[in-house]
């Protein structure tokens, strides 16, 4: 039996409560190195996504309290310690999207001002990604958020389906994009009777490639409409006018640089037979849903005798739920990576796929160091 000394006195230990003692201090570091999980915003439409990803996940929501001063300040409040630990901020994006910034930037730094071991921003829409271009004289803002993200704290972020890939490149942490279309998919082949008369339909030659992983995933036909009604975000202008629009200049005149033809359009048709099939429009974001609703007319014309639109964001601004319900769509089936309950009230042909189980297995994966491969099989690049 060992002799060890405390304080000048000798004392008997044995061996095993030696092990009981370096057991009872691992397993305190093994406690002090847990994961929370936050929401950045406390209103209930909000937390509804962070309360069914703990629930997977079997633990609490985190303890913190999120609200606007009389002068529309955001405060946060973090109730609980959060030191050494791996901690998760959920932000689903509301209407107002830069006060959902704004909270989830106070709440970052906050956590990192508490000593948090990793802040992770699981951000399911992540906002502004459309600005992801230079256009005209304006700015790239997806590339700020991205900076500003990584200077209120977060060290890694979970977000799904970005509008394009290219926006991981912004940040200089890691991103993890998840997908979709799986669940999207099963809906498809679970809830849309004879499916096997479908055909996926890109509404724009921009989206011809999401629509070609859709029909070959279900082994289906696939169409696409172009023409002057849809304006690609390829087609817009970038502002700088170069080549200039006139050949006269005050300056060296021995320059000659051809001038760029402008396009034009030629009339909106359909690449692809739709007549007697069901017509599956596939995007990744559906917000003003003018370009859905006039499609879905063309499709109609062209014999198709239903009209699904897949799309992972929900966003259904403005007068969207009504003019979906005026028109020949027969059904909107959306993620619920934004919250989109008031616009369900209003038009019965939404429906919502929950994609929560996916983003609470990242969570726990990342937690636990593991590899977050399994959540990307089969997924190819131009996916």
Do not use: W
Request: net charge positive; proline share 4%.
């Amino acid at each position: 039996m060992p002799i060890r000394r405390f304080g000048g006195h000798r004392s008997l230990v044995s061996h095993s409560q030696t092990s009981k003692l370096s057991y009872g201090y691992r397993k305190m570091n093994v406690s002090k190195s847990g994961y929370r999980v936050f929401s950045a915003n406390s209103t209930a439409v909000c937390t509804e996504l962070a309360k069914k990803i703990t629930e997977r996940l079997g633990v609490e929501l985190g303890r913190s309290v999120v609200f606007q001063e009389p002068n529309s300040e955001t405060r946060v409040d973090v109730k609980e310690s959060v030191r050494g630990q791996d901690i998760f901020i959920i932000q689903t994006i509301p209407r107002d999207v830069n006060t959902a910034i704004m909270e989830l930037l106070v709440m970052a730094y906050a956590l990192k001002t508490s000593c948090a071991n990793n802040i992770i921003g699981v951000i399911p829409y992540f906002p502004y990604s459309k600005q992801c271009k230079m256009r005209k004289r304006g700015s790239i803002v997806c590339k700020l958020l991205a900076t500003m993200l990584a200077k209120a704290g977060l060290t890694h972020i979970i977000t799904m389906d970005l509008h394009q890939k290219e926006i991981q490149g912004f940040f200089s942490f890691p991103v993890d994009n998840l997908r979709a279309s799986p669940f999207l998919i099963q809906y498809i082949q679970e809830e849309i009777p004879d499916y096997r008369n479908a055909i996926i339909v890109a509404k724009s030659p921009s989206a011809a490639k999401r629509a070609q992983s859709y029909a070959e995933r279900l082994r289906l036909g696939l169409a696409v409409m172009h023409g002057e009604a849809h304006h690609s975000e390829l087609d817009m202008a970038d502002g700088r006018q170069s080549p200039p629009l006139s050949r006269t200049t005050t300056g060296h005149t021995g320059l000659e640089l051809p001038l760029m033809m402008a396009k034009e359009k030629p009339p909106i048709t359909v690449v692809g037979d739709v007549g007697g099939r069901i017509a599956i429009i596939v995007d990744d974001i559906i917000d003003d849903v003018d370009d859905f609703v006039a499609a879905a007319e063309i499709l109609k014309e062209r014999g198709a005798y239903k009209i699904y639109i897949m799309a992972t964001h929900g966003l259904l601004s403005a007068d969207a739920p009504r003019l979906i319900e005026e028109s020949a769509i027969d059904e909107v089936v959306v993620t619920n990576t934004v919250p989109h309950e008031m616009q369900k009230l209003q038009c019965p042909k939404i429906k919502t796929v929950d994609v929560s189980m996916i983003l609470a297995e990242a969570i726990r994966r990342i937690h636990n160091g593991e590899s977050m491969a399994y959540l990307f099989r089969n997924i190819a690049v131009d996916d």
